[in-house]
């Protein structure tokens, strides 16, 4: 247990600094299309082009947050072998913290104190699901149930897109929540995947669910990306955060096994519950007002879609 949340945090770390990287880089591709006013960069309903998101994935900061996104990708898959789902997607997704911290020093956003209270219910969340996390189910399930899973995440990453694509400038926490629920089929992939222990390479190869992680993993990424050009860097976050945790901890409930310590139920639905309305807050406190605009004088500084305060 201590080994698998250790895991956890150390991918949480790893997405939140790759989070803020990610959007530095996002945000630099965006000033740069906009100093040449050029109408490539946009699609006809005002969100980014994939050619300006091409642009911004081969900025140094948004490939070095890439890595760091792999790193946590690869922590993180260990940490759900390890954990209950309920548990290792909450904790990864405190990486929401980080990213808020970090974007204060490198974004120059000013948290607010209601952003700040959130971010401290979402740590004593955690806490309490810490508490009461019993033994991760065993992850066997029936070939057939990994190829829905192939189905659903090809159905979300390709639904999202165009759902994104078609509400533009306004896709902000909708493209986070699409991302979100990639990463969420990603995490329950890697829970049920064949050929890993022992190591099989044919069961491995043919085993849907390794497709359903890279259709889910890449799709989420793009997602991401789209999302931390259209709006607040913590909105986006923290609606990824939702879709990444919601769907697998009830899902490794109700499908995998996983449980909580005797008479510890309560506390887990408590922490589970408390997590994910902590990270909504951050998302509903860190979006900019609706009509607010941000100083010109300052538009290179500030990261687009939040406002000045």
């Known amino acids: 247990m201590?080994?698998?949340?250790?895991?956890?945090?150390?991918a949480s770390a790893g997405y939140g600094t790759g989070s803020v990287l990610q959007a530095l880089g996002s945000r630099k591709?965006?000033?740069?299309?906009?100093?040449?006013?050029?109408?490539?960069?946009?699609?006809?309903?005002?969100?980014?082009s994939l050619a300006s998101t091409a642009k911004a994935a081969v900025t140094w900061e948004f490939m070095l947050g890439t890595v760091l996104d792999f790193i946590g990708f690869g922590l993180g898959a260990l940490a759900a072998?390890?954990?209950p789902l309920f548990l290792s997607q909450t904790v990864i997704s405190a990486n929401l913290v980080i990213t808020a911290v970090l974007s204060v020093k490198f974004l120059g956003l000013r948290l607010t104190r209601a952003e700040w209270t959130s971010i401290a219910v979402v740590c004593s969340a955690l806490v309490l699901l810490a508490t009461a996390a019993g033994p991760e189910g065993s992850g066997h399930t029936p070939l057939a149930a990994h190829w829905w899973l192939l189905a659903a995440s090809?159905?979300?990453?390709?639904?999202?897109?165009?759902?994104?694509?078609?509400?533009?400038?306004?896709a902000a926490i909708l493209a986070g929540l699409f991302s979100g629920l990639g990463f969420g089929a990603l995490g329950i992939g890697v829970r049920v995947l064949n050929g890993m222990a022992p190591f099989d390479l044919p069961s491995l190869l043919g085993d849907p669910a390794l497709y359903a992680i890279l259709v889910a993993g890449l799709g989420g990424m793009y997602l991401h990306t789209v999302a931390l050009q259209l709006g607040s860097v913590n909105g986006a976050t923290a609606a990824l955060v939702v879709?990444?945790?919601?769907i697998p901890g009830i899902l490794g409930v109700l499908w995998l096994g996983d449980s909580s310590r005797p008479g510890f139920a309560w506390m887990a639905v408590v922490g589970f519950v408390v997590a994910v309305a902590g990270a909504v807050a951050v998302a509903w406190f860190g979006e900019?007002?609706?009509?607010?605009?941000?100083?010109?004088?300052?538009?290179?500084?500030?990261?687009?879609?939040?406002?000045?305060?």
């Open 2 to 10: 201590i080994i698998g949340l250790l895991t956890a945090v150390a």
């Open 81 to 83: 072998r390890l954990l």
């Open 154 to 170: 090809v159905v979300l990453i390709g639904g999202g897109t165009v759902v994104v694509r078609l509400l533009g400038g306004r």
């Open 243 to 246: 879709g990444e945790t919601v």
């Open 29 to 48: 591709s965006a000033r740069r299309e906009a100093a040449k006013a050029s109408a490539s960069g946009v699609t006809q309903h005002g969100g980014p």
């Open 288 to 309: 900019p007002e609706p009509g607010a605009q941000t100083d010109p004088a300052q538009a290179g500084e500030l990261p687009a879609g939040t406002a000045a305060r």
